[in-house]
């Protein structure tokens, strides 16, 4: 039997950025240099004070051995402090907070922990894949609604409602929106929270990008009055603390959904390393000037990439939040779809996207581009976009 006769796999479509990875992969080991937007992977180092309390905490006698699955109190107790201190919600640590091996897998648990066969969940689209695959691999069945921005998201899930014949068993959120960069208002919350206490639905909100924004900070869901009672909202530290491959990150929220959680972690995982978890509270709880400059270096270099990519031919929009530009294929260039886009940029300009159809039907027509490489990259790219666009597709 094959790894694709499995129920499971089965139920999943062909990774569209396996094709990518693969083409990068080969080019590199040509000798191409590649200038690689496709991954979201920061750049910028971990702060020191983070690495030099992991190396203190590893030398102590046993903190190598088993952790728990919901994570050491004391880091529940600083994530408590950092939503206190950031969107003045109170949360209790015990039972209302879930230390996760970054957003993903607590994502990825939740979903297995509250579905059941056949249950509809409404997740955006475009959008992180896992929004609607975690869900596919736990059993449901994914309604995709359209999602460049918030308000039409909110619109396409009042007008699927309505239309159902029962309300879906939740609805995931996903603002500031990976891939699109575009952010939601507390207006929305408030709006997307009636709409669950209405129709008894769950909310996921997906909070991952709260610290990379450029205009005004955005809110959780929690800042709406009883969204405790329908909503659980993963974070993570992966991109604000520049600890991707720390995985490290929390899920908050509904004491029922947050214990549902806890029960399937506790059969599948002992936690995160107990050194990375005492130098993630050294992350929440320390200086954060680290995360100012993070910001700084992404607007800045959000700002390089849209004025030398827009002089070079391809009018790119600028995102309001996130480490991402998403953008339309250029002008002539439409008729390739995003895939053969993307490879075509990467065999004839050096230069790797993510094709936009990777995030959802909607995302046909798009590429995302991660800002993580430096600035003296991102122009040279744009001198070979300019020159690829001369040629035509």
């Keep these: 039997m094959s790894a694709s006769e499995f129920y499971r796999i089965k139920r999943l479509p062909p990774y569209v950025f396996e094709e990518v990875n693969k083409l990068k992969a080969q080019k590199r080991a040509e000798g191409v240099d590649i200038i690689d937007f496709g991954f979201g992977n920061p750049d910028l180092p971990t702060p020191q004070h983070v690495i030099d309390k992991l190396i203190e905490t590893v030398q102590k006698p046993r903190t190598t051995g088993y952790s728990v699955s919901r994570g050491i109190m004391g880091l529940r107790q600083a994530y408590a402090r950092y939503y206190k201190r950031r969107f003045n919600v109170e949360l209790d640590p015990v039972d209302e907070i879930v230390a996760t091996l970054g957003s993903k897998e607590g994502f990825a648990n939740f979903a297995q922990a509250i579905t059941a066969p056949g249950d509809v969940i409404f997740a955006p689209d475009p959008s992180y894949p896992l929004h609607a695959y975690g869900f596919i691999i736990a059993g449901a069945k994914i309604q995709g609604i359209k999602a460049v921005t918030a308000d039409e998201y909110l619109a396409g899930v009042k007008a699927a409602i309505e ?7 939740a ?34 909100s997906d909070l991952a990008y709260s610290e990379i924004y450029y205009g005004d900070p955005p809110p959780s869901i929690f800042q709406v009055d009883g969204a405790k009672d329908v909503a659980i909202e993963t974070t993570s530290l992966s991109k604000t603390y520049s600890m991707a491959g720390w ?30 978890q005492v130098a993630a509270c050294a992350a929440l709880d320390g200086p954060q000037d680290c995360v100012d400059h993070a910001r700084n270096v992404y607007r800045s270099r959000r700002d390089v990439m849209v004025e030398t990519f827009t002089r070079a ?39 790797a996207v993510s094709p936009g159809n990777g995030f959802g039907e909607n995302g046909e027509g798009y590429v995302r581009m991660a800002v993580v490489e430096n600035e003296q990259r991102i122009r040279q790219a744009a001198r ?5 666009l001369k040629t035509g597709p």
């Design 384 to 388: 070979n976009i300019k020159q690829f």
């Design 163 to 169: 239309a159902a014949d029962k309300p879906p068993m």
């Design 313 to 351: 031919g391809w009018d790119v929009p600028t995102p309001e939040a996130s480490m991402y530009i998403w953008a339309p294929l250029p002008k002539g260039f439409e008729a390739l779809g995003s895939l053969e886009f993307a490879k075509s940029l990467m065999v004839n300009a050096g230069i």
């Design 171 to 204: 609805i995931v959120v996903c603002f500031p929106s990976n891939p699109t960069g575009q952010v939601a208002d507390l207006s929305f919350y408030k709006d997307i929270v009636a709409i669950a206490k209405k129709h008894d639905i769950i909310i996921l």
């Design 247 to 276: 995985r490290m990150g929390c899920v908050v929220g509904s004491k029922r959904l947050i214990a549902a959680l806890a029960r399937v972690k506790s059969y599948l995982d002992y936690g995160a390393f107990t050194p990375i």
